[in-house]
T-cell receptor, first 113, second 116 residues
Framework: DAGVTQSPTHLIKTRGQHVTLRCSPI?????VSWYQQVLGQGPQFIFQ???????GRGNFPDRFSARQFPNYSSELNVNALLLGDSALYLC????????????FGPGTRLTVL | AQSVSQHNHHVILSEAASLELGCNYS??????LFWYVQYPGQHLQLLLK??????LVKGIKGFEAEFIKSKFSFNLRKPSVQWSDTAEYFC??????????????FGKGTKLSVKP
């Protein structure tokens, strides 16, 4: 079975632009979470979705939004990009909500110039 | 707010040396505990996890971790490291039972360099 997939792999944007990152979970997994990993730090939680509903949100500004589709894939959107948004954005999927094990994708490396 | 502390930022060992990476978390209730590994150029992979039961858990590639509830610790160990263990190791906690929706809280990571 394929693991979690993310697209694109790399992205370069300029300040003020908007970006959309995509994630496909492991087949059968209903929950998708998004994390931001800046250099030298551990991943930080952004959102968790389950059955198309937002079930958790981390301490990120409203410029960050996400959604989950009926096929359980997900998009993360970031508006009005800032230099500080440069990071590796990770998607993780789990079978169910809650304390279940999360499996991570390869990430999207976003560079904001 | 909950936090996860990893004591060592960078550990350098020679092959065959023993490894212990420390991890402490702040939440006092029931938690699920994880160690993830990120090899150079690869994505985060699950090394091992603890949900309940035997506090000594075994993972892939000869790694094990011990959950000590009284010390809020979940240290990672390996008796004899190999050059291929060079990677960054992340400890993570999920306090779903404490009311969160199940998001992971990660430590800052420990970079392990193994000299051949």
């Amino acid at each position: 079975d394929a693991g979690v997939t993310q697209s694109p792999t790399h992205l370069i944007k300029t300040r003020g632009q908007h970006v959309t990152l995509r994630c496909s979970p492991i087949s059968g997994h209903k929950s998708v979470s998004w994390y931001q990993q800046v250099l030298g730090q551990g991943p930080q939680f952004i959102f968790q979705y389950y059955e198309k509903e937002e079930r958790g949100r981390g301490n990120f500004p409203d410029r960050f939004s996400a959604r989950q589709f009926p096929n359980y894939s997900s998009e993360l959107n970031v508006n009005a990009l800032l230099l500080g948004d440069s990071a590796l954005y990770l998607c993780a999927s789990s079978l169910e909500l809650g304390g279940d094990t999360q499996y991570f994708g390869p990430g999207t490396r976003l560079t904001v110039l | 707010a909950q936090s996860v502390s990893q004591h060592n930022h960078h550990v350098i060992l020679s092959e065959a040396a023993s490894l212990e990476l420390g991890c402490n978390y702040s939440y006092g209730g029931t938690v699920n505990l994880f160690w993830y590994v990120q090899y150079p150029g690869q994505h985060l992979q699950l090394l091992l996890k603890y949900f309940s039961g035997d506090p000594l858990v075994k993972g892939i590639k000869g790694f094990e971790a011990e959950f000590i509830k009284s010390k809020f610790s979940f240290n990672l160990r390996k008796p004899s490291v190999q050059w291929s263990d060079t990677a960054e190791y992340f400890c993570a906690v999920n306090d779903y039972y404490g009311g969160s929706q199940g998001n992971l809280i990660f430590g800052k990571g420990t970079k392990l360099s193994v000299k051949p």
